[in-house]
């Protein structure tokens, strides 16, 4: 996993649908290991596949059509990536190519989901997402804009989010440099609440 | 400053906030189980990185273990056992607490944690699960999580997180005979959206949810995240305390003062406030592919996405009641417990499931709501009614166990989802409350409650 790549460009691919769960985008069936890797092939399995076993590929499914085929960003309804926790369904659409998801709303999870892998998960209004379909799309996360030929829009992000994305940071490492203010906590919290910190019992 | 019950949770597990705004959160318990934990733990021991405090961290196996009676590390997943054996030896491996296959403590995630006092009141509890909220019902802060920030709480006992915003949602009245928890939070999520809880911790309160016993607040808190807020919470009382109290892992009492200020202040307020009059509430099916396409019993179809429609071959305007169903499924971390079991067995006692339903199977929460329904006969009444009596776990909520209904079965399901596939390739789900599964069984057709309840009484 790196950085959010810089610069970003894209053809944009449209699944404009609502509440598409991480059930559909990685289904329990396609996780066959402990693992990360290996999650692509059952990408969007139920919609992508006439027949999931045999792995024959329904030409209907954006991602599975001609200019959509390389697509690195993705458009979509609200909800995006509700359901199930599972972060396989971020490693899978990692693992595909996606590095940008730009959608009406997301999952809370998935969204963190995306941000710890590098993904970077972009809110916009309705229109402004269906306005964006099958252009090439160039995102800049420093200035926090989407451009196509035809317009461009500003974007929010959290100041957090942005700079692990940037820089490819991993949070553990990140929260590990504060160390010290965490076991002060956790020094001052022991005697008011014993009941927190529990004996080992394995 | 009148606080709610989410910031005084928060505020005092707070260490630093950054200039960015976000919080660094301590967290006081992490339970993992063998689908997704396995992941966290692996990488965890890839990157050389250690647990700070393992004995504030659980595990069980829950999710892709076997349900028939007579189980071992066998599943029906091609791979399944994988997950079981490295979940073991990573937990061995860390020095964390595992309620194994067959130990008798073990259940779901969400059910158990409340069965041993590994959740409290004013704690925060994380697991990487989105059902988590459930445990919001006992007051404590517990929401769902992915893999690498389960990591990060084992690794840190903290997390990096954006502070949420607050609603609170009030239940006023009193809830009609034959009406759940379940038919509660389905018709909040029918009524305000899938997407309607968004960046929000929320409270539920009011008159109806603190006439909720434990287990139905349970029920109640477990489709939070389906409403796609952070977790749900409810403010502990005399019940909460009561049900805590003595469990294996809680304290000894519950005379620290400091307890009885788990509330919300008068005064303070929430970013968004909702108020439902509980005496409306019928009892509620879904009818589509997303948790807010759910409507009362004795509707009709409304018109929605064609895709729902298609995938659930259910036109618009279609009577919910007599649409003839192939399955039966009681059990999940929505409604599973031994009320739930006790209402849907009350129904069931001396009937019979309709030859039409092809699988009906009762799925325990926990072993030890397992041996309390057999304790009191529940197991024969729901084998003399046709249904298949199972060892505790996740099960066939979403087909993770390997093992499937019939193809192309339309389920009645006490679960959280009926989404696409949820519980199989093509198997189209209602989810509905436990009484509703039974009722509807026994007519082999999406039935109402009420009716086979008030012939019992």
Known sequence: MTAFPQPFSSIAAPLMRDNVDTDTIIPSREMRSTGRDGLADGLFAPWRYVEADAREENPEFVLNQPPYRDAKLLLTGANFGCGSSREHAVWALAEWGIRTIIAESFAPIFRNNCVRNFILPITLRRPLVEDLAGAEVAIDLCDQTISCARTSYPFEIDAEAKQMLLHGLDAINLTLKQSDAIHDWLAADRPSRPWVYLEHTQ | ?457
Request: charged share 20%; with cysteine.
């Open chain 2, 1 to 457: 400053m009148a606080q709610t019950l989410f910031d005084k949770i928060w505020n005092q597990h707070t260490v630093a906030v950054s200039d960015g705004g976000s919080a660094l959160i301590t967290i006081d318990r992490v339970f993992l189980h063998e689908r997704t934990g396995a992941a966290a733990l692996k990488r965890m021991a890839e990157m050389g990185r250690a647990v700070l405090d393992p004995a504030r961290v659980f595990a069980v196996m829950d999710h892709i273990v076997d349900t028939r009676i007579g189980r071992g590390d066998d599943t029906l997943m091609p791979g399944g056992s994988g997950f079981i054996t490295e979940t073991r030896a990573a937990c061995r491996e860390a020095g964390i607490r595992l309620f194994d296959v067959n130990d008798r403590d073990q259940g779901i995630v969400h059910i158990i944690s409340g069965e041993q006092g590994i959740v409290l009141p004013g704690l925060t509890l994380v697991a990487p699960d989105s059902h988590t909220c459930t445990q919001g019902a006992f007051g404590a802060l517990a929401w769902g999580i992915g893999s690498s920030e389960a990591e990060h709480a084992m690794v840190t006992s903290t997390l990096r997180l954006e502070r949420p915003k607050t609603m609170r949602v009030r239940f006023e009245g009193e809830l009609s005979f034959g009406v759940t928890a379940k038919d509660m939070i389905l018709t909040l999520i029918a009524q305000h959206g899938a997407g309607g809880g968004a960046g929000h911790v929320v409270e539920f309160a009011g008159e109806a949810v603190k006439a909720l016993d434990m287990e139905a607040r349970m029920t109640l808190c477990n489709m939070a995240t389906e409403f796609s807020a952070m977790t749900g919470i409810i403010a502990p009382d005399a019940k909460t305390f009561e049900y805590v109290s003595g469990r294996p892992l809680a304290p000894a009492d519950f005379d620290d003062p400091a307890w009885a200020e788990l509330v919300s202040d008068a005064g303070a307020s929430f970013d968004r406030e909702i108020t439902i009059d509980a005496s409306q509430i019928a009892p509620m099916v879904s009818w589509g592919t997303s948790p807010e396409q759910a409507i009362a019993i004795d509707g009709k179809v409304p018109g929605g996405p064609a895709r729902a429609h298609e995938y659930m071959d259910l036109p618009a305007g279609q009577t919910l009641e007599g649409i003839a169903l192939d399955a039966a499924f009681i059990g999940s971390c929505t409604n599973s417990r031994i009320s739930d079991l006790r209402r849907a067995a009350s129904i069931l006692h001396g009937q019979h499931i309709a030859p039409s339903i092809k699988k009906a199977l009762v799925v325990p929460g926990s072993l030890a709501v397992k041996r309390q329904a057999e304790t009191e006969g529940l197991d024969k009444v729901f084998e003399a009614a046709g249904f298949e009596w199972r060892m505790s776990g996740c099960s066939l909520c979403f087909y993770a166990g390997g093992e499937g209904f019939p193809e192309g079965s339309r389920t009645i399901s006490s679960t959280n989802r009926n989404f696409e596939g949820r519980q199989g390739p093509g198997i189209r789900t209602h989810i509905a409350s436990p009484e509703t599964v039974a009722a509807s069984a026994i007519a082999g057709a999406i039935a109402d409650p009420r009716a086979y309840a008030k012939e019992k009484a």
